[in-house]
């Protein structure tokens, strides 16, 4: 429907509406003349009066304006930006709840998926909720009329940037530069030309600063922008990058000389892990943590085993099973991670590991590696899954399968696809990693049905 009507439908007298559930992107769900509509805002059981704020042809979309009736599962959000705020969704909803909600959301999928076959549901792996977010992308707008930059994550449903001057789930050391980091970008020369910062943490074990920013920027920057920057970077202890064009451009210039790295430790397998700021890493270092201990307990790993870790990044999961398995090979798409898993391989001294680079949504059966012993599978893909790999992966006849995943929707759809290879669900757990949103991870072991290996 065209934007004329999604107009009006804004000036319209809020309705009150009795919301029956929360759907899986952490909306209230109510119904009105026949259409569903699906409520920012609202929680089950609830009255609330809403405004409708676009309409389409089978649903509305509606934002709580107030509560009628509330949910005793209802919480005074802790963050005063969350009402305008998008980072978060679900700060009203109590924290036990949310990772229940998480719990359903998972669940219902997967048992929609393998046609209610019974399954294991293991504990969900929690952790802070507040203060966990090592990784994000920042936006930066010069707003003239409050002649000052801001920085932060946009408005729910808006371009605008939310003024903000603290943040719920940053990691502490990246909430600290919120304020000076605006204050600094309102002076520059370059200040309408800045559209957003890359922000990355780790942890300062090796001498090294923890924080990084990565800097986009439009138009070349003056040499003051630059010496104001170089600067603040100093002042605050961060490593400073400029990004002028894609991702390839990226360059520090602050401080020099020195590897292009920040580093995290994964204490119960005695390893240290390097990375670079423009490098996926897991944003929630708790979670990981916990994760990958979960992992290594569902691989039930024999010192005889070899595993395979596809879609392996930097080698997150890789170099914990290398611990305790004989032989590890990773495989990932991007040349780069797979430099930095031998790169990290190599400071932690292990030598039973080899990677690959490989493209595995295209054609996995033309690769040698896929056509090789292997004892154990580890998978964490993106959120489109890793349906394509299932059949090669399959064929290898892994005794074993544990499938990292950050969308329930394609983890489910390849739990199905799994079955019809020969491979049942054994157990399944969800993961908070991200505190306060409707972003469901999860954690599943499958194996081989009886007579089927």
């Known amino acids: 429907m065209g934007a004329r009507q999604r107009r009006r439908l804004k000036t319209q007298e809020p309705m009150q509406l009795a919301i029956s559930k929360l759907t899986h992107e952490g909306r209230g769900l109510s119904h009105h003349e026949g259409k569903v509509v699906f409520v920012d805002g609202a929680l089950p059981g609830e009255i609330v009066l809403a405004r409708f704020t676009s ?74 909720v507040s203060g966990y977010r090592r990784k994000a992308r920042l936006a930066v707008r010069w707003v003239a009329k409050k002649q000052k930059v801001l920085v932060g994550f946009r408005e729910q449903h808006s ?52 924080v990084a920013l990565v800097l986009r920027h439009l138009q070349p920057l003056a040499d003051t922008d630059q010496q104001a920057l170089v600067a ?42 390097g990375f670079h700021p423009m490098d996926f890493t897991q944003v929630n270092a708790g979670i990981n943590r916990q994760m990958l201990v979960r992992a290594i307990a569902l691989l039930e790993l024999q010192a005889t085993d070899r595993v395979l870790d596809l879609f392996c990044g930097l080698g997150n999961f890789t170099l914990p099973v290398a611990r305790t398995a004989l032989h590890v090979l990773g495989v990932e798409g991007s040349q780069a991670m797979v430099e930095r898993a031998r790169e990290n391989a190599l400071r932690n001294q292990l030598a039973n590991t080899a990677f690959h680079c490989a493209d595995l949504s295209q054609n996995p059966q033309q690769y040698e590696f896929l056509r090789q012993g292997i004892d154990k599978i580890l998978l964490d893909p993106p959120r489109s899954g890793a349906l394509e790999v299932l059949p090669a992966l399959t064929a290898l006849r892994p005794r074993r399968i544990v499938y990292v995943s950050c969308n329930p929707a394609t983890l489910s759809r390849d739990a199905a696809r799994l079955a019809e290879l020969g491979y049942s669900l054994q157990a399944a757990g969800a993961m908070d990693m991200f505190p306060h949103t409707s972003h469901v991870e999860a954690i599943a072991v499958f194996v081989p049905e009886r007579g089927r290996l």
């Open 232 to 273: 603040f970077a100093a002042e605050n202890s961060v490593d400073l990058y400029l990004q002028p064009g894609g991702p390839d451009s990226v360059q520090r210039i602050f401080p020099t000389g020195s590897p292009e790295r920040l580093f995290y430790e994964l204490p119960e397998f005695g390893l240290l892990m």
């Open 55 to 128: 309409s389409r042809s089978s649903y509305l979309e509606a934002r709580t304006l107030e509560v009628l009736q509330g949910s005793s599962e209802r919480r005074v959000p802790p963050c005063p930006h969350f009402d305008a705020c998008g980072g978060c969704s679900l700060q009203h909803l109590d924290s036990l709840a949310q990772v229940r909600f998480k719990e359903e959301v998972l669940h219902d999928r997967l048992n929609h998926a393998v046609g209610m076959r019974p399954y294991s549901r293991l504990p969900v792996i929690t952790g802070p």
């Open 159 to 210: 371009s605008f940037i939310t003024d903000m001057d603290s943040c719920l789930v940053l990691d502490p050391l990246a909430e600290r530069l919120l304020v000076p980091l605006g204050a600094l970008l309102s002076r520059l020369q370059a200040r309408e030309q800045i559209p957003q910062i890359e922000v990355a943490v780790g942890e300062a074990v090796t001498g090294t600063n923890a």
